[in-house]
C-alpha cells in the first residue's frame, strides 16, 4: 500500500488518537495528528451550508451508511433505530457520499441551518411550494374530473372508472363494483352516453370518487345520501374479505368474531370451529380431509381439557 493507502486504512479504523502521543506508526511509515484529523474530515466528508446546501434546506444530517442529507424538516432517531426516521412530506436529497470512520457516531451529526445561510430562504420556500402545486395541477388534469357546469340537465351523480373514465347518470346514488372496475347504480335510473376520458394515477382511488349534483346537496338529501353510504360500506366490507358473513343486515363476522363471542380458548377447539364453519369451502383442503382434521381437533382438545 502506499502512504495515501495507509493514511486511510489508520483513519478508517483508529477511533481516538492516543494521549501524549505525537505520532503513530503504521505498515513503516509514520502519521501526526494533524494528518489524521485531516484524512478523517475528508472521509467523513461533511457537505457545507454555505457552499453545497440547496436554498430551502432546513436540516443536514449523516446517515449509518456515511451519506449526508439535506432535508426541509428536522428528522428524529428512535431510540432503538439503526436510521433516522422522517415525517410524510418531508422534502429530502442526497448532500453527498462519506464514510463513518472508527470512534465516530453518525447518530449526533443532525445540524440545523445556520443563520447566516438563510438569506434567500423565504423565496426558496416560495419557489418549492409552486413546484408542488404545479405538480398537484398537473395531477389533477391527468384525472381529468369533468365539470358540472358541462352535465347533462339530468344528471345527478359523477363517477370515475378503473380506467380513468368519468361518467354522469340519473341515479341517486351508486356503489363501485371491484370485479367489473365500474360502478352499479342505486334505485331508478340510467348511466348517460358519454364517458369522459381521465387517468388513475398512483395513489388515487376511483372507488372514493362518486359526487353528487352540488344542487342537490341539501340537509334532507345528505340524510338520504348518508344512508346510502351506510349500504355502500356495508357492500364493501362484504368485498372487502371473503372470511365474513352477513348475519344481520350491516352485521358481519368471521370465524374469530364468533370464538370470542363465546369465548373459545382451548387453541384444538378453535380449530375444530374453524373446519366446521366451512368444511371443505376454503380452497385448501377437500371436505374430506377437514373433517378427518374436525376429528382430531376433537380428540386433541379433550386431551388438553383433560
Known sequence: MDRQEVLTNLAMKQH?????????????????????????????????????????????????????????????????????????????????????????????????RPDQCNEYEDDAFDHVQRDIDRRNAERERLIGKPSWDDAPDDARILVQHDDGGWLFGTFLSAYPHHDSGGWIGEGAGMWLRGMCPGYVPAGHDWTQTLEVRPELRNEDEDDAFAHVQRDIDRRNAKLASKYHREIAPGVYVDVYDVLTAWQVTNPALQHLIKKALCPGGRGHKTKAEDLNEIIASAKRAKEIES
Open 16 to 112: 481516538e488518537w492516543p494521549e501524549h502521543m505525537t505520532s503513530l506508526r503504521m505498515a513503516g511509515l509514520e502519521f501526526c495528528e494533524e494528518e489524521w484529523l485531516a484524512e478523517r474530515e475528508r472521509l467523513i466528508n461533511k457537505p457545507s451550508w454555505c457552499d453545497d446546501a440547496p436554498v430551502w434546506a432546513k436540516w443536514l444530517a449523516q446517515d449509518h451508511e456515511g451519506r449526508w442529507w439535506w432535508l426541509d424538516d428536522r428528522p428524529f432517531m428512535m431510540t432503538t433505530a439503526s436510521e433516522w426516521q422522517i415525517n410524510s412530506g418531508i422534502i429530502k436529497c442526497i448532500a453527498s457520499y462519506g464514510a463513518t470512520p472508527a470512534g465516530y457516531e453518525w447518530r449526533h451529526t443532525l445540524e440545523k
